[in-house]
């Protein structure tokens, strides 16, 4: 089973950036559909970004879009997300996740993201 690791998670005032770090364990990195949720006091667990392998078909949250860009580095088997123009409902705790199968682009079922790392917060004040 993959493990994940998120970093780079703090406080921030409303308007600026942070990027999160996911590393991975294994081998087979490469071939692993990534995905970023968050979870918001009183709030589900939402998705806010995924990529396939390669890094491409990526998907966004609405709420995110324009504002957010996730990337992989596949030589490092590590995930990234940069988060800019930061508001203060972006505060949550962000959660990484693996579809080692990747099933998730051809169900499109987020239930197909069955490894999560331990989640970061990420705090914005205004």
């Known amino acids: 089973q993959v493990q994940l690791v998120e970093s780079g998670g703090g406080l921030v005032q409303a308007g600026g950036s942070l990027r999160l770090s996911c590393a991975a364990s294994g081998r087979t990195f490469s071939y692993y559909t990534m995905g970023w949720f968050r979870q918001a006091p009183g709030k589900e667990r939402e998705f806010v970004a995924a990529?396939?392998?390669?890094?491409?078909?990526?998907r966004y949250a609405d709420s995110v879009k324009g504002r957010f860009t996730i990337s992989r580095d596949n030589a490092k088997n590590t995930l990234y997300l940069q988060m800019n123009s930061l508001k203060p409902e972006d505060t949550a705790v962000y959660y990484c996740a693996a579809d080692p199968s990747g099933s998730y682009y051809v169900t499109g079922s987020l239930h197909d993201f069955g490894s999560w790392g331990q989640g970061t917060q990420v705090t914005v004040s205004s």
């Open positions: 990529c396939t392998g390669s890094g491409g078909n990526i």
